[in-house]
């Protein structure tokens, strides 16, 4: 599913965040950049890619979880020139959000994201495009989202 996210993507550069030399083996052979950050958790490790990448210069940043078996293009997320949220199919969690990197933005993964996310997006100013009818609302969190894709 992974590798489907990243061949998602099409033209957009793909940088992945972890602390594990297998995962970064995997992101270096798809042509990934990766960003080695060990030890701060899922929030911390998005936070620190934004700042890193804000850095590097990019003006918008797509955090897209790697558990999306629908995935067939996520560059349309980056258009909006505000904040986009693709909750997962339940509202619970997010599975995409893509902010311009200038702002401050502070991720709170974890179950009921979606909402946090939603009212850090008015926290921050942006303006906010929720999309709900989407491939990329359909997450893995147990097996049988995986068999329901499958038939």
Do not use: K
């Not at 359909?138 to 995986?146: C, E, G, K, M, N």
Request: glycine share 10%; proline share 5%.
């Amino acid at each position: 599913m992974a590798e489907r996210v990243v061949s998602s993507a099409g033209g957009l550069t793909v940088a992945v965040v972890c602390d594990d030399d297998e995962v970064e083996r995997w992101a270096t052979g798809l042509g990934a950049t990766v960003i080695c950050e060990p030890g701060r958790g899922l929030n911390g490790a998005v936070q620190f890619g934004l700042l890193r990448l804000r850095a590097q210069g990019f003006a918008t940043v797509a955090v897209v979880a790697s558990d999306l078996p629908l995935a067939n293009d996520i560059g349309w997320v980056t258009e909006f020139p505000g904040i986009t949220l693709v909750p997962d199919r339940r509202e619970d969690g997010t599975n995409v959000i893509s902010v311009p990197a200038g702002i401050t933005f502070n991720f709170a993964y974890g179950p009921q994201s979606f909402r946090r996310h939603v009212d850090e997006s008015r926290r921050a100013g942006a303006a906010l495009r929720v999309v709900h009818d989407s491939p990329l609302a359909w997450d893995v969190d147990v097996p049988d989202d995986l068999m329901a894709v499958a038939l």
